[in-house]
């Protein structure tokens, strides 16, 4: 206990408060000066690191990572089947016949490696990891057999779009998102993420093939310096190899625009904390063994499902990370935009239409939607709420992208002339968006209500009401 500046005497507990205080006031103001950005400061680069620390932690809290990872486990349980068999049977196209032991094994290396219980050593581990791969075997079976059939293989293919899309729903929430890709972008995505797997998968297999191989170059002149490189560069190259391909996933499956060094920076880091995720699976086999014997023959299924939840658990936060860094340059604090009212989202779309009025009127081409999140420094899941209305309402108009890239970054431009739109027809239409047809009957019950709608909300004593949006820009 000692005196502060006023003579009064402080209590640890009071130093406590003014800390929290100070803490609360950092956060929630202080990291979010626009004097801090871009700088190069030791200050600036940790408040940086704050922001995007920050922008994970409201965004797992508004997305509800723990309910999205769960889907997704449901999801992965009911497409495993049809993607394996997806995959032994695509794959028969570039192995030669005889070889689906390697493909079975990659499969079962893949799906231990999301789900590490079922690879536990130890009393019970052998039984889990024979049950996946007679699992994987029985689908391998059903897919080279030929019985499948062309329904089979319709419905075989249907579901497995119906698990990547649910995938790419979750990720297009992380990044506020409303819209999908369409059927044919998504094939084309899709189907370029599976070849991108198995290129991964062979190498892989390749630097497995690499291990085994320092055994014959320890006989080889300097063969013991030349099996030491092998060694050391495999985890290597493993590494680059799987943080590549989760960057090429962050980046590619949300249908927005995601920059190449967020992309990496989340998957690095879900790369390492899978590892980590492997290393300390020790951990919990004894529950893995309790769970086998209490469950039986469907305990792998229960396994499996904890494993895959923990799996997308962290790829969900490398998606929420990648969000972060890449948003945390130009946005403000969300907590700010926590229950938005209508009046910020009015004020907010009048802002879209005013940026993309003033594109419009200086001769440029029309405005992008990565532009408008970095000028108004809005959360993207609200931007992109704004930017639909205004294009239901008809005072934006989508245009169509040429490519992937310009779908992801869409371009608006105004759908009606600048000296058509008032500021009292703005604000009339973004009220009055929706169903009003209960108006009528509200307004029978009291003059007053009428009298309200009629003074009030018609804006008729409002002289800035009539002026255009041309004469504001």
Same mark, same amino acid.
């Given at each position: 206990? !000692?005196?502060? *500046?006023?003579?009064?005497?402080?209590?640890? &507990?009071?130093?406590?408060?003014?800390?929290?205080?100070?803490?609360?006031?950092?956060?929630?103001?202080?990291?979010?000066?626009?004097?801090?950005?871009?700088?190069?400061?030791?200050?600036?680069?940790?408040?940086?690191?704050?922001?995007? &620390?920050?922008?994970?932690?409201?965004?797992?809290?508004?997305?509800?990572?723990?309910?999205?990872?769960?889907?997704?486990?449901?999801?992965?349980?009911?497409?495993?089947?049809?993607?394996?068999?997806?995959?032994?049977?695509?794959?028969?196209?570039?192995?030669?016949?005889?070889?689906?032991?390697?493909?079975?094994?990659?499969?079962?290396?893949?799906?231990?490696?999301?789900?590490?219980?079922?690879?536990?050593?130890?009393?019970?581990?052998?039984?889990?990891?024979?049950?996946?791969?007679?699992?994987?075997?029985?689908?391998?079976?059903?897919?080279?057999?030929?019985?499948?059939?062309?329904?089979?293989?319709?419905?075989?293919?249907?579901?497995?779009?119906?698990?990547?899309?649910?995938?790419?729903?979750?990720?297009?929430?992380?990044?506020?998102?409303?819209?999908?890709?369409?059927?044919?972008?998504?094939?084309?995505?899709?189907?370029?993420?599976?070849?991108?797997?198995?290129?991964?998968?062979?190498?892989?297999?390749?630097?497995?093939?690499?291990?085994?191989?320092?055994?014959?170059?320890?006989?080889?002149?300097?063969?013991?310096?030349?099996?030491?490189?092998?060694?050391?560069?495999?985890?290597?190259?493993?590494?680059?190899?799987?943080?590549?391909?989760?960057?090429?996933?962050?980046?590619?499956?949300?249908?927005?625009?995601?920059?190449?060094?967020?992309?990496?920076?989340?998957?690095?880091?879900?790369?390492?904390?899978? !590892?980590? +995720?492997?290393?300390?699976?020790?951990? +919990?086999?004894?529950?893995?063994?309790?769970?086998?014997?209490?469950?039986?023959?469907?305990?792998?299924?229960?396994?499996?499902?904890?494993?895959?939840?923990?799996?997308?658990?962290?790829?969900?936060?490398?998606?929420?990370?990648?969000?972060?860094?890449?948003?945390?340059?130009?946005?403000?604090?969300?907590?700010?935009?926590? *229950?938005?009212?209508?009046?910020?989202?009015?004020?907010?779309?009048?802002?879209?239409?005013?940026?993309?009025?003033?594109?419009?009127?200086?001769?440029?081409?029309?405005?992008?939607?990565?532009?408008?999140?970095?000028?108004?420094?809005?959360?993207?899941?609200?931007?992109?709420?704004?930017?639909?209305?205004?294009?239901?309402?008809?005072?934006?108009?989508?245009?169509?992208?040429?490519?992937?890239?310009?779908?992801?970054?869409?371009?608006?431009?105004?759908?009606?002339?600048?000296?058509?739109?008032?500021?009292?027809?703005? *604000?009339?239409?973004?009220?009055?968006?929706?169903?009003?047809?209960?108006?009528?009957?509200?307004?029978?019950?009291?003059?007053?209500?009428?009298?309200?709608?009629?003074?009030?909300?018609?804006?008729?004593?409002?002289?800035?009401?009539?002026?255009?949006?041309?004469?504001?820009?």
């Amino acid at each position: 206990m !000692h005196n502060n *500046k006023s003579g009064k005497k402080t209590t640890p &507990l009071d130093e406590l408060k003014v800390y929290a205080d100070r803490t609360r006031d950092l956060m929630g103001r202080d990291i979010w000066e626009l004097e801090h950005l871009g700088r190069k400061t030791v200050r600036a680069r940790l408040y940086h690191l704050l922001r995007i &620390l920050t922008l994970t932690w409201q965004g797992l809290r508004r997305n509800k990572i723990p309910v999205q990872a769960a889907a997704l486990t449901f999801y992965s349980l009911i497409g495993i089947g049809p993607l394996i068999a997806l995959g032994i049977m695509i794959s028969g196209f570039a192995l030669e016949k005889g070889n689906n032991e390697i493909v079975i094994e990659g499969i079962y290396n893949a799906i231990a490696f999301a789900a590490p219980q079922i690879a536990l050593e130890g009393e019970g581990g052998d039984t889990l990891s024979d049950q996946m791969i007679e699992i994987i075997n029985q689908f391998s079976a059903a897919a080279s057999s030929g019985t499948v059939g062309a329904v089979g293989l319709i419905m075989l293919f249907f579901i497995g779009i119906q698990v990547l899309s649910s995938i790419e729903g979750s990720f297009n929430s992380l990044w506020g998102v409303d819209k999908g890709r369409k059927i044919g972008e998504r094939i084309v995505t899709y189907w370029t993420f599976i070849s991108l797997g198995a290129v991964v998968g062979t190498l892989s297999l390749t630097l497995i093939a690499a291990n085994a191989f320092v055994q014959i170059a320890s006989d080889l002149p300097f063969g013991t310096t030349l099996a030491s490189l092998i060694q050391f560069f495999s985890p290597v190259i493993t590494f680059v190899l799987i943080s590549t391909l989760l960057a090429f996933f962050f980046r590619f499956i949300p249908n927005t625009r995601v920059e190449w060094r967020p992309a990496f920076c989340g998957a690095v880091l879900v790369v390492i904390l899978l !590892h980590l +995720y492997n290393m300390l699976s020790f951990l +919990y086999v004894n529950r893995v063994v309790q769970t086998n014997s209490l469950y039986g023959s469907v305990g792998i299924i229960v396994i499996l499902m904890l494993g895959l939840f923990i799996f997308w658990l962290l790829i969900l936060l490398g998606g929420q990370v990648t969000y972060a860094v890449q948003n945390a340059d130009f946005l403000t604090n969300e907590n700010a935009w926590q *229950k938005t009212s209508e009046r910020a989202r009015e004020v907010i779309s009048l802002g879209i239409l005013l940026l993309a009025t003033r594109r419009f009127q200086s001769g440029h081409p029309p405005i992008h939607s990565s532009e408008l999140l970095e000028k108004l420094r809005v959360p993207s899941h609200i931007l992109n709420t704004s930017i639909a209305r205004l294009c239901k309402i008809g005072y934006l108009v989508p245009i169509e992208g040429k490519n992937s890239e310009e779908e992801r970054n869409r371009a608006y431009q105004l759908g009606k002339p600048a000296e058509s739109i008032t500021l009292g027809d703005f *604000k009339q239409s973004i009220e009055a968006y929706g169903n009003n047809e209960g108006l009528d009957i509200v307004t029978a019950v009291d003059p007053a209500i009428r009298a309200y709608l009629d003074e009030v909300l018609s804006l008729k004593d409002c002289p800035s009401a009539s002026r255009k949006l041309s004469e504001l820009v």
